[in-house]
C-alpha cells in the first residue's frame, strides 16, 4: 500500500527556472516531512523538513509547501541550476518513527 | 567524515550465501534505521534500533534476515540463504531522539546475488 504518492515521476527544467514536485498522503498520523535528494551511487541526503503545524518552510532555493486540509506538500526549487540534477523522494514519518517515501522524481537540469 | 559510513560498499554473493553488512552511525546518534532501496524506488523501512533495543520490525524483515546493534554502537544486517530477489542497495540512517527525527543517511551497500 502505497502511503505517499509522489509526482511527477521525471522533470526536465531549463537553468534558471523553478523545479516543483508535488507529494500527497493518505495517513492523517504523519507528523514530520523530509525532503531528501540522492545522487547516483549515493545515499538519499537531507534536504529540508517540515512539520504539519508550518505551512511553508524556506532554506536558501528550497521552499516546502504545506497544505494539511488537501493533504499535500510541495518542494519548490528556484533558480535551478545543472548540479540540483538529482532524484527527489518525499517521506512522511509515521509512529515509531519510520519513514515512508514516495517513489521518486528524476530531475534534470538542463544548462 | 564524520558522517554515517557502511561497509562493504559492493557485495556479490552467490545464491544462497550468507552475506553480513556493517553500519558505523553518526556518533551520539542514538538512533540507527535500515532501509533497502531498489532501482527506481524509493527506501522501504526495514527495522530501527534505539540505542541496543531493536524497536521496530516491518514485514520485509523475513526470517532470513537479523539485524543487531549489541552495544549501541554499529550494527550489522546479516541475510541469510541469500535470494535474487534481495539485490538491491541496503541503506542505513541515524539519528537522535527529538523532536525532528532527522535521519541521515550513509551511502549504502550495494548487494548483488547471482
Known amino acids: 500500500q502505497q502511503q505517499v504518492k509522489q509526482s511527477p515521476q521525471s522533470l526536465i527544467v531549463q537553468k534558471g527556472g523553478i523545479s516543483i514536485i508535488n507529494c500527497a498522503y493518505e495517513?492523517?498520523?504523519?507528523?514530520?516531512f523530509p525532503w531528501y535528494q540522492q545522487f547516483p551511487g549515493k545515499g538519499p541526503a537531507l534536504l529540508i523538513a517540515?512539520?504539519?503545524?508550518?505551512s511553508e518552510k524556506k532554506e536558501g532555493r528550497f521552499t516546502i509547501s504545506f497544505n494539511k486540509s488537501a493533504k499535500q506538500f510541495s518542494l519548490h526549487i528556484m533558480d535551478s541550476q545543472p548540479g540540483d540534477s538529482a532524484t527527489y523522494f518525499c517521506a512522511a514519518r509515521t509512529s515509531g518513527s519510520r519513514l515512508t517515501f514516495g517513489e521518486g522524481t528524476q530531475l534534470t537540469v538542463n544548462p | 567524515d564524520t558522517g554515517v559510513s557502511q561497509n562493504p560498499r559492493h557485495k556479490i554473493t552467490k545464491r544462497g550465501q550468507n552475506v553480513t553488512f556493517r553500519c558505523d552511525p553518526i556518533?551520539?546518534?542514538?538512533?540507527l534505521y535500515w532501509y533497502r532501496q531498489t532501482l527506481g524506488q524509493g527506501p522501504e523501512f526495514l527495522t530501527y534500533f534505539q540505542n541496543e533495543a531493536q524497536l521496530e520490525k516491518s514485514r520485509l524483515l523475513s526470517d532470513r534476515f537479523s539485524a543487531e546493534r549489541p552495544k549501541g554502537s554499529f550494527s550489522t544486517l546479516e541475510i541469510q540463504r541469500t535470494e535474487q530477489g534481495d539485490s538491491a542497495m541496503y541503506l542505513c540512517?541515524?539519528?537522535?531522539?527529538?523532536?525532528?527525527?532527522?535521519?541521515?543517511f550513509g551511502p549504502g551497500t550495494r548487494l548483488t546475488v547471482t
Open positions: 517540515i512539520r504539519p503545524d508550518v
Open positions: 556518533s551520539e546518534h542514538n538512533r
Open positions: 495517513n492523517t498520523a504523519f507528523d514530520y
Open positions: 540512517a541515524s539519528g537522535v531522539t527529538g523532536i525532528s527525527y532527522e535521519q541521515y
